[in-house]
């Protein structure tokens, strides 16, 4: 008898085994980035870390072939700064699965949440701002911004 895991997994064609896997390797490479080339504040982990880590993850999941998977972010109703987790979605929008490794820098949460369904942190950030591909996203921005460096320093990391 399959689980109804089981079911999305076959259905959506994910390996999820791949996934989180993928997941620990870009963040390990994010900190194998040496000293001063890192594009991100990795003092602070995982404060003010989490669109570093969404793009990264997002480009190499993609590399992989573990799908086109959204960077979606939220903020907090009557604020300016919010939250980026990823998520991958069926036809019709709904969402499978979350990557949201950074969730524990809030208060709320106590680990970063990897698994079916939306982000945990989607509850907090009520207030959607955005849900893009990688590439279509804006503020992927050149070589000047934060990150697509990050990207491409961790694309040639794990490779």
């Known amino acids: 008898m399959s689980s109804s895991s089981d079911r999305i997994l076959k259905d959506s064609s994910v390996n999820f085994d791949a996934v989180k896997q993928t997941v620990d390797d870009v963040i390990a490479a994010m900190f194998a980035i040496p000293d001063g080339q890192q594009r991100f504040p990795r003092g602070w982990w995982p404060s003010g870390c989490c669109e570093n880590a969404a793009t990264a993850i997002a480009g190499v999941l993609a590399d992989r072939g573990l ?24 036809d019709d929008g709904n969402s499978l699965y979350s990557i949201d490794v950074t969730l524990h820098q809030m208060r709320e949460f106590d680990e970063p949440f990897i698994g079916e369904g939306v982000s945990p942190g989607a509850a907090v950030f009520t207030e959607q701002r955005e849900a893009y591909s990688l590439l279509d996203w804006p503020w992927l921005g050149d070589e000047n911004a934060p990150f697509r460096p990050n990207l491409r320093q961790v694309r040639a990391l794990v490779r």
């Open 67 to 90: 799908g086109d998977w959204l960077l979606v972010s939220g903020k907090r109703p009557g604020q300016m700064n919010g939250h980026m987790w990823l998520e991958l979605r069926d």
